[in-house]
């Protein structure tokens, strides 16, 4: 089975300055993908970026990189220069890439709310 | 192009009553999902769709819980004889397969809340 453990309740961040989201997960799957989402108090999930268990480098996506640490089983989410509009709920999850079916769905840790200060 | 939409965005019942749940992909995309959020919690899988057929409803909680996706396009979530444990936002995502790379778009999501 697989597990998304995110420790952080709750964080702050000056507005401009970078912050961590912390994520550790638990999977016996050998290959897998690693998700970030986004939540705003809309209750739309927003995709923010990926990272497969394959790949070597890490993900950057404009403001978004992930710093993934496989022998941790650590994604943690670099957010910089943030933004007010940064100010939400943030997911990790992952699926498993190699199973027909169960490979499909997405497990969710229990998010991380961020609030960007001015 | 317009994102998945999910109606309605609020729904309140009565405990014991039948609630239908409606969700409509982005076009052209083959697969879909259902994700359940209770209060303070991270999404929780419910089924998955591919085409028309449910190709992995391991996650619906109990019989009381059914979708269907008849043509392949719009979903409906069903639930029969509601109880206060059903509250929760009903969420719905769509990709263009269900290609282990696809993203996952999200809808809105439904908010349920059984009185």
């Known amino acids: 089975a697989q597990k998304i453990t995110q420790t952080q309740p709750g964080m702050f961040v000056q507005e401009k300055e970078a912050v961590t989201l912390d994520c550790t997960y638990d999977t016996s799957d050998q290959s897998y993908g690693l998700f970030w989402y986004k939540q705003p108090s809309s209750g739309e999930m927003i995709f923010l970026i990926y990272?497969?268990?394959?790949?070597?480098q890490n993900a950057t996506e404009g403001r978004y990189s992930l710093n993934f640490q496989k022998a941790r089983k650590s994604a943690n989410l670099v957010i910089s220069a943030s933004q007010l509009g940064d100010s939400a709920m943030y997911f990790c999850a992952m699926r498993d890439l190699f199973k027909e079916t169960s490979g499909s769905r997405l497990t969710f840790g229990e998010g991380t709310q961020l609030t960007v200060n001015p | 192009g317009a994102g998945v939409s999910q109606t309605p965005s609020n729904k309140v019942t009565e405990k014991g009553k039948y609630v239908e749940l409606r969700c409509d992909p982005i076009?052209?995309?083959?697969?879909l999902y259902w994700y359940r959020q209770s209060l303070g919690q991270g999404p929780e899988f419910l089924i998955y769709f591919q085409g028309t057929g449910a190709a992995d409803d391991s996650g619906l909680p109990n019989d009381r819980f059914f979708a269907v996706r008849p043509e392949g396009s719009v979903s409906t979530l069903k639930i029969q004889r509601t109880e206060r444990g059903d509250s929760a936002v009903y969420l719905c995502a769509s990709s263009l397969t269900a290609g282990r790379l696809d993203t996952q778009y999200f809808g809105p999501g439904t908010r349920l809340t059984v009185l």
């Open positions: 990272q497969g268990s394959y790949d070597e």
């Open positions: 076009s052209g995309h083959t697969a």
